[in-house]
């Protein structure tokens, strides 16, 4: 068994084929097969189930592929320590970011990131839903909101205030709500498990958590914010989703004396990754970025 069949087998593992992991990596495609197919041999163990028409990983493929990943870590962050280039990051980097965040947010971000490490290649996956991060092979994951238990290492990037506002032809016919008691009476367009949970509200030390109604639930906030913009209700989202429509006059915020908690952002990744040094130097360069965004 070498390091290079260790690469190979987490490129296949990450890119789902033999084809894809190939070019990636610039080789045949033969070649990878044939070199999965001796570390198979070497193992006494299928790592992989092949058919015609998808490539599935086996119990035991998936345990190898957590400990090569390890094993490949180490590797980098051995070869960075000799070499004494820290700074100089190298290496394949997988994200899973939030829909909206990641487009309104982190793209440029990212993009300014990689400028400044040439040596880095992200795969970026756009996507609200709770990936397996370590089964689908994820480096990281920015999330927002409250985070599931886990024995996921988590640090906090920065927070997000939450406005609830509705456009001005709804607030003309409905009127704006003066209390949160007031919001059960409206159409409130509702975001993922708040058609459980309603909206809590605070005015210093106190609380109130509302049940809200409405024609609405998605787990989209554009979505939601292009639906109160046509004036179908309330709606309590991230102000950095509906701050252009703000600015435009297309929405008005209400009921500005109880306020949503904020939103907190924040980076999680496997315990075995929390040496690596692109983790590292990519949440420091978030957090300084979403500092002077915020300030």
């Not at 028409?53 to 090569?68: E, I, P």
């Not at 962050?77 to 970011?97: C, H, I, K, T, Y």
């Not at 300014?112 to 290649?121: K, N, R, Y």
């Amino acid at each position: 068994m070498q390091i290079e069949d260790l690469r190979i087998y987490v490129a296949v593992i990450q890119t789902g084929n033999f084809t894809a992991a190939a070019e990636q990596l610039m080789l045949s495609k033969q070649y990878v097969s044939r070199r999965i197919a001796a570390l198979e041999a070497s193992l006494g163990a299928r790592l992989l189930n092949r058919n015609t028409r998808k490539l599935s990983v086996t119990d035991s493929g998936q345990l190898f592929a957590r400990h090569a990943q390890r094993i490949l870590d180490d590797v980098q962050a051995a070869e960075q320590a000799v070499s004494g280039q820290r700074q100089a990051l190298r290496g394949s980097f997988r994200l899973s970011v939030p829909m909206s965040f990641g487009i309104s947010h982190l793209s440029p971000y990212i993009a300014e990131f990689l400028s400044l490490h040439p040596g880095l290649q992200f795969q970026v996956e756009l996507a609200d839903r709770h990936v397996d991060m370590v089964g689908e092979g994820f480096d990281m994951a920015i999330r927002i909101g409250t985070l599931p238990d886990s024995s996921l290492i988590a640090r906090r990037l920065g927070e997000f205030r939450r406005v609830i506002c509705a456009s001005p032809a709804y607030l003309q016919g409905a009127g704006a709500p003066r209390t949160p008691d007031e919001l059960r009476e409206h159409r409130c367009l509702r975001y993922g498990r708040e058609s459980q949970t309603g909206w809590e509200l605070f005015q210093g030390d106190s609380r109130q958590v509302v049940p809200v109604h409405g024609p609405m639930v998605s787990n989209n906030g554009e979505m939601l914010r292009d639906a109160a913009v046509a004036g179908l209700g309330l709606i309590l989202l991230p102000e950095f989703i509906v701050a252009p429509a703000l600015a435009r006059g297309e929405l008005v915020t209400v009921l500005e004396a109880w306020q949503p908690a904020a939103l907190h952002l924040n980076a999680l990744y496997p315990q075995h990754r929390q040496r690596s040094e692109i983790n590292r130097v990519f949440m420091a360069f978030l957090q300084d970025k979403l500092q002077q965004a915020t300030s």
